[in-house]
């Protein structure tokens, strides 16, 4: 199973990313994760995103592209994923979309994690003093939800369009959160199957190693 997560910052994706994948046996895949690894080990790659994440800009397409292409061709393999927080533009939609369909794969679902503002900022606020994250202050909050608007909110047409995309409402407790995530995608694996699709076969490439 191939699952994309858009919702704004503060709307729960990685909580609930983890959760699903362990429940499903799917890797995680989050690039906010992996740029802030990157960042912490001072690579090359860490240098050039640091100033675009403690900003709370996006870090530009081919930067973002380039770190996550080798751990999606990877997961797909070994039997699917959960990407959380990408694509986040148009550009990296077409491009994920492009390097899917030379491969015969294809997303499954597109989730947008609903949530009102006043919940997000309540929210953020309450994690930038429990893991004080650098791009968690006031001012990159509320910058970050704007990048949401303009950058990240066109996906959800993108996808509309494309038939995968299930709206689920991210408020209340994250238990039952979960449950109604879970139960979505119980119901998009079954409906796959009783259609006959099973998993593509994978064709090793290895330029993209
Ligand atoms: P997150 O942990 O998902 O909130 O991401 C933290 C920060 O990492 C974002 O504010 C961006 O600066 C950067 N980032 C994460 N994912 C992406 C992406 N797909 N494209 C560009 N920048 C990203």
């Given at each position: 199973m191939r699952v994309l997560l858009i919702g704004p910052p503060g709307a729960g994706k990685g909580t609930q990313a983890a959760r699903i994948a362990?429940?499903?046996?799917?890797?995680?895949?989050?690039?906010?994760?992996?740029?802030?690894?990157?960042?912490?080990?001072?690579t090359q790659l860490g240098r050039t995103a640091k100033g675009y994440v403690d900003r709370?800009?996006?870090?530009?397409d081919e930067l973002v592209i380039t770190l996550t292409k080798a751990r999606v061709v990877k997961a797909n393999r070994e039997g699917g994923y959960i990407l959380d927080g990408y694509p986040r533009t148009l550009a990296q939609a077409e491009?994920?979309?492009?390097?899917?369909?030379?491969?015969?794969?294809s997303f499954d679902?597109?989730?947008?994690?609903?949530?009102?503002?006043?919940?997000?900022?309540?929210?953020?606020?309450?994690?930038?003093?429990?893991?004080?994250?650098?791009?968690?202050?006031?001012?990159?909050?509320?910058?970050?939800?704007?990048?949401?608007q303009s950058q990240t909110y066109p996906l959800i047409d993108y996808y509309r369009q494309r038939g995968i995309l299930v709206r689920t409402e991210a408020v209340g407790p994250v238990d039952a959160i979960t449950?109604?995530?879970?139960?979505?995608?119980?119901?998009?694996?079954?409906?796959?199957?009783?259609?006959?699709?099973?998993?593509?076969?994978w064709t090793f490439d290895p330029a993209d190693e």
């Amino acid at each position: 199973m191939r699952v994309l997560l858009i919702g704004p910052p503060g709307a729960g994706k990685g909580t609930q990313a983890a959760r699903i994948a362990a429940h499903f046996d799917l890797a995680q895949i989050a690039t906010g994760d992996l740029l802030r690894g990157e960042i912490a080990a001072d690579t090359q790659l860490g240098r050039t995103a640091k100033g675009y994440v403690d900003r709370g800009d996006l870090v530009p397409d081919e930067l973002v592209i380039t770190l996550t292409k080798a751990r999606v061709v990877k997961a797909n393999r070994e039997g699917g994923y959960i990407l959380d927080g990408y694509p986040r533009t148009l550009a990296q939609a077409e491009a994920a979309h492009r390097w899917a369909t030379a491969r015969g794969v294809s997303f499954d679902l597109a989730l947008l994690f609903e949530i009102g503002t006043d919940e997000l900022l309540a929210r953020l606020a309450g994690r930038a003093r429990q893991e004080g994250r650098s791009d968690d202050t006031e001012q990159t909050i509320r910058h970050r939800l704007e990048v949401f608007q303009s950058q990240t909110y066109p996906l959800i047409d993108y996808y509309r369009q494309r038939g995968i995309l299930v709206r689920t409402e991210a408020v209340g407790p994250v238990d039952a959160i979960t449950e109604r995530i879970c139960a979505v995608l119980h119901w998009h694996k079954a409906r796959a199957l009783a259609a006959g699709a099973d998993r593509p076969e994978w064709t090793f490439d290895p330029a993209d190693e």
